[in-house]
Nanobody, 128 residues
């Protein structure tokens, strides 16, 4: 059974760091699967944050998080991580990980509609 489970959200001060985890199961690691982190703040559209392709580790980042967030995968632990550094007041949201079995157009990695499976989300709050 395909499944994604996020964890690691919480409250952090501006400038602080958090690491989110997305545990995945139910598919072969040899498949060209892409796992992407999205976020959605109240009243805003869901936004692509970063993605990683499990087979070769290729990554992409949204402009708002470049240089601050790092996505990585540990296939042995069946987990994708999102290390979030230098958190800003505009970063709070519910963060979701999502799976796409094949990313046909890498320039559109952040199009949420094409993703097949979503986790339940984890809340990130940035406040002093």
């Amino acid at each position: 059974q395909l499944q994604l489970v996020e964890s690691g959200g919480g409250l952090v001060q501006p400038g602080g760091s958090l690491r989110l985890s997305c545990a995945f199961s139910g598919f072969s690691l040899n498949a060209p699967v892409t796992i992407t982190w999205f976020r959605q703040a109240p009243g805003k559209e869901r936004e692509g944050v970063s993605c990683v392709r499990l087979s070769d580790g290729i990554t992409y980042y949204g402009e708002p998080v470049k240089g601050r967030f790092v996505v990585s995968r540990d296939n042995a632990k069946s987990t994708v991580y999102l290390q979030m550094n230098s958190l800003k007041p505009e970063d709070p949201a519910v963060y979701y990980c999502a799976l796409l079995d094949y990313l046909a157009d890498e320039s559109r990695w952040n199009r949420a509609i094409q993703y097949d499976l979503w986790g339940q989300g984890t809340q990130v709050t940035v406040s002093s």
